[in-house]
Each structure stands twice: as C-alpha cells, then as structure tokens.
C-alpha cells in the first residue's frame, strides 16, 4: 500500500511511471475526473504488498510469536518498525505488522431510496464490501406506527441477490427533519412504545429486512431509560434477527444533555448486536469550519465506548462527504468527497493537511466570498481502519454509499476482509 502526496511540479504521468501503475489506473482509483493535479493531493496507490495490520504490545509479546500469529516474518516486522528494540518491547507499545491475515470487520452503509436503475451499479460494486445495507426510509407516527416513507422493495430484493443484508432504518424524521417531541412522545407512552415495537417487527419480518437500523437521534434526556425499555422490548420481539443502534459521540456520560444524554452506551451495548458512534459532523453543517471527523477525537470516542461496552459489538462511523463552508456566515454545502478533492483541482487550490485533526483541507475564493472545504481522503480513512484493528472493535457504517469515494473502497477491497452474515 502507498499514499502519494502531490508535490509542486508533479504530473500524473511521472508518478504513474514513478509506481509502475498506469495513468487510467490512478485516475479510476482516486476517482480523478481529469489529469490535472494540486499540490497536496492525496493519490492512493495500489500495490501486491502486504496489508499492514496495528498491534499493541502486551505482557508477554515477543516479536517471534507475533509473527507466527500474523503469519508474517520476523524481519518484515523489523523493517517496518526500526525503532523497536526486539529484545525490549514496551507494554502498550503499536507496532505495525505487515500481514495475510487481512482486518476482519462488519460493515454498514446507508442509503436512500432511489431508482433500481441507478442503485444497481452502486450496491454492485460494493456488494463485496458491504456486511449490512440500512435503508433509510422509514419513520412513524404520534402514536409508535411505523410507516414506509419511500418504496424500497427492489433494493431489498437486490440486497438479497448481492448477498449484502437489508436492514430497516427507522427515524423519528418529521416534516424532514429530527423530532425530539416525536420521540419522547411516542418513547415516554407504554401504549405508544408497545405500538412502535409491534410495527417495526412486522415490517422487518414482512418486507423480508435482516434486521432494523435504529436512529432515533436527539431523545429528551428524561426518556432515557424509556429508551431502553424500547430497545429490549424491540430485541426481544426480533428474535433471531438483528438490532443494530445508532447513537451519538460522546466522551463521557452527560446524562441531562439534550443531544447525547439519553443514549446508555453501558445498557444500549448489552441489548443491541451492534451499537455504531456517529464519529462524524464534529464539525457541524451551519457551525464554524472544523474537521469532519478529527482522529484524536475519534480514538477519545472509541475509549470511552469501549469502557461502557464490550468492543466486538462496537462500530464508528464514517463520511464519505466533506463540508464546503462559506466563511463570513458558515453556510454548508455538503458534497462527497471525490467533488471536494476534484473541486480543489478544478479551483486550483492546494490541499492542506492538518496533522492534529489527520484531516484533508483547502480555501478557496468565489467571487469575493472565502470557502473552506473539510473532507475525508484516503490518508484520513486509513488511519481510521487502524483503530479499529487496534482497539479490536466490529467495524463501521459509512454515510452514505451513494456518495463517491474511490480511494475508500479500493482500500478496503485490497487490505481488509469483510465479515458476511
């Protein structure tokens, strides 16, 4: 695997000669629509070399077993840690292992619905993958009816054939955007309660769904524990089938805050097959320009969870967007992030890195008004896939896979194996 940044002066033929790849396969990888280039730009290169796994050293680790558990040599090993002193190694130590053994993870994408014709060579693509698909199409009503918002029957028929697991998302989405009254409403009535557990089982079972995403998103603080009566009258009436949750990030319990306080990772982690942290939008649509999804926060996230809740049941979120802001009044345009990376190259903007953050960067001007554009590349999206190998987590949810992001999925097929269900 390589990353190459764009330097001044740098063209596609010379880095296409420089790797021994050619210019068609660079430009089909990093989902370049010209051969133009900015300084900056983060160009993923594929290799035959080995995936690199990222280990932690524990009380007894010696180099010589670790290499025999990753089926790897000593001296690929050595080569890529020369810092390390073999003889010596430090408890809580990360080491990188060149490997076979591939990361195993669970997968999630969201998507709308939309036409068959245009989410066909989407999911076909992806098919590979993806462990689960969530459908984002489905809210219900003031009291706990679940209804379907949009027509979804061939995608999930397609799920089926791609062998990708359909799953029901449901929200509490009214009049096209979240409700925190819908969902304190309907949680905080038994009868109501009872109402949403009944028709979300039956659309599951009668729509031929493997199981129901679940992002009920800004709950009043005082339904939390209503919130969890749900959720294990919900997991008992699945059965067999799967429930997965999604919740906001947090690095500590704020039980009485509006947004985070009603989400019990301790009590949700023992309920739901999967509960994913949405690790994304710590900078916010119509809030100041700030990354996406900052690793450091991230990996604060991923701690916090993981001492709530057992790690194999745990995923992150990830974005396959970015947000161009305009800087006088922060006014968002989301886009995915192969139209933020190209549209660096249309304007001519270099590309920034902030290193802190591990995120992608630029500014540029229309007109008189300043733009900066906070996005994901394939730099920031690996060093995200190693903390899940380094804190043993299930995986992760991409929002959404109708978004284009090229150098994220070439990544995954090459270096990572994706659990099916």
Request: with cysteine.
């Amino acid at each position: 695997m390589a990353v190459h940044v764009v330097k001044a002066g740098e063209n596609l033929w010379g880095i296409a000669e420089l790797y021994g790849v050619s210019m068609q396969t660079l430009i089909n990888v990093n989902g370049l629509t010209t051969t133009s280039l900015v300084p900056g730009l983060a160009l993923y290169i594929p290799d035959n070399l080995l995936p690199i796994r990222t280990y932690r050293i524990k009380k007894g680790d010696q180099l010589r077993l670790l290499s025999k558990t990753f089926n790897t040599e000593l001296s690929y090993i050595l080569s890529l840690n020369p810092n390390i002193n073999p003889n010596q190694l430090s408890i809580g130590q990360i080491i990188h292992i060149p490997s076979p053994n591939k990361l195993e993870i669970t997968t999630l994408g969201f998507i709308f619905p939309s036409s068959i014709t245009t989410i066909t060579p989407i999911l076909q693509s992806l098919a590979g993958q993806l462990t689960y698909l969530a459908i984002v199409a489905y809210s219900f009503t003031e009291k706990g009816l679940a209804f379907n918002q949009m027509d979804d029957t061939a995608i999930i028929e397609l799920c089926h054939q791609l062998k990708i697991s359909p799953l029901l998302m449901i929200r509490n989405f009214l009049n096209d955007q979240f409700s925190a009254d819908l969902a304190g409403d309907v949680l905080g009535n038994p009868t109501y309660r009872q109402n949403l557990v009944t028709s979300i089982v039956n659309l599951t079972r009668n729509k031929g769904f493997s199981g129901v995403s679940i992002d009920i998103e800004f709950i009043p603080p005082a339904r939390r524990n209503d919130f969890i009566t749900f959720l294990s009258s919900l997991k008992n009436a699945l059965g067999n089938l799967l429930l997965h949750v999604n919740v906001h990030a947090k690095i500590a319990d704020l039980p009485t805050n509006r947004i985070v306080g009603a989400y019990d990772y301790a009590k949700i982690g023992k309920i739901a097959d999967f509960m994913a942290v949405m690790t994304i939008d710590y900078g916010y649509p119509g809030g100041p320009p700030d990354p996406i999804s900052p690793i450091g926060w991230v990996e604060q996230v991923i701690k916090y969870a993981i001492s709530q809740m057992h790690p194999a049941k745990l995923q992150i979120g990830m974005s396959l967007y970015g947000y161009d802001k305009t800087v006088s009044n922060n006014q968002t345009r989301a886009l995915s992030v192969q139209a933020s990376q190209n549209q660096a190259i249309t304007t001519g903007t270099t590309i920034q890195f902030d290193n802190t953050a591990y995120s992608p960067w630029y500014r540029y001007w229309r007109n008189t008004a300043e733009h900066i554009v906070w996005f994901e590349d394939i730099r920031s999206y690996i060093a995200k896939y190693r903390l899940m190998d380094l804190y043993q987590i299930a995986g992760t949810t991409y929002w959404q896979v109708s978004l284009p992001a090229p150098q994220n999925w070439e990544f995954v097929k090459r270096n990572i194996k994706v659990i099916k269900r």
